[in-house]
């Protein structure tokens, strides 16, 4: 029950398996104690490197976090309170969730290009709440040409995050080719 | 390494790894088979449907090299000898 479900279903029959053999050879002692300490060792890294390859949970978390800061700069433009919760809402996610959204895109077994795309678009995307807020004191009621260039520039980044996430994920991913 | 010198079940692995190290390396179940896990996922490790002797126990399973394990061993042997070429060149520079 202590290791990821996976494994468990994967090895749990052979590491009942070891466990006999070990203690038929070392003694039910002698067995237990390095079982223990193999526990010990490999449980906390086995638990954590199955969160850390949980990529579509993260993929999950970087659509919303857009999703979010879309929502809520349509809602200021229209004129729907909303878009005051939901704009610092996408930032706090994007800035506290860094480290999950970093590590999806860094797949063991994505080619290079497909890395470094999803990187870019996980970059992109994650400033588009940053450069809302940086350019709020500038929005007021009448659009202005500082109001219109920051509107621009954050279309631009949307349209450049959304390029890049989609062509990172129709990136074929590579093979390792026997030799 | 322990699989250079055929297929190998998971505790016969573990009693290589301790002999060939001369029992500095003591391999737990979990440490083991996790580690088969990561090799059979990058396709260097392979089940085997071999057995070496008939009255094997049937539930066993088995691993062995891939054509690509074969090769990384190989490298892998390779590099460290020369790295153990360079150090002992570096450190008795007159006997190298």
């Known amino acids: 029950m202590l290791y990821p479900r ?16 070990l203690s038929a050879e070392l003694g039910p002692r002698r067995a237990w104690q390095r079982v223990t300490l193999d526990l010990v060792v490999t449980v906390p890294r086995y638990r954590m ?7 579509h949970n993260s993929m999950a978390l970087i659509v919303a976090t857009v999703a979010m800061a879309c929502a809520g700069i349509i809602s200021l433009f ?21 480290g999950k959204l970093a590590r999806s895109m860094d797949t063991v ?20 709440p940053v450069i809302y807020l940086v350019s709020l ?22 349209i450049a995050a959304v390029s890049y996430f989609v062509s990172g994920i129709t990136t074929p991913k590579s093979r390792v080719i026997p030799p | 390494m322990a699989l250079t010198a055929g297929d190998r079940h998971g505790y016969a692995i573990m009693g ?21 896990k990561k090799l059979v996922e990058r396709d260097l490790v392979e089940e085997s449907d071999r057995r070496p002797s008939s009255n094997d126990d ?29 150090a002992n060149s570096n450190l008795r520079p007159g006997l190298a």
């Open chain 1, 109 to 128: 077994d994505a080619s290079r290009l497909r890395r470094k795309r999803l990187r870019i678009a996980g970059v992109l995307a994650m400033s588009l």
């Open chain 2, 16 to 36: 290589a790894v301790e002999e060939s190290s001369s029992g500095v390396v003591r391999m737990g179940p979990a440490t083991l088979y996790g580690t088969l």
């Open chain 1, 137 to 158: 004191p500038i929005l007021g009621d009448e659009w202005g040409t500082d109001a219109i260039v920051a509107f621009g520039l954050w279309t631009a980044v949307l």
């Open chain 1, 49 to 55: 490197e199955t969160l850390m390859k949980q990529e």
């Open chain 2, 58 to 86: 049937e539930r066993r399973r088995y691993y062995r090299l891939t054509g690509l394990g074969q090769a990384v061993c190989q490298a892998e042997s390779n590099r460290l000898s020369t790295l153990v070429s360079i």
């Open chain 1, 78 to 98: 229209i004129g729907l309170p909303l878009g005051v919760l939901l704009v610092p809402l996408a930032a706090v996610v994007a800035i506290t969730q860094r």
């Open chain 1, 6 to 21: 996976d494994f468990r279903d994967r090895y749990g029959d052979d590491l009942v398996q070891t466990l006999t053999d």
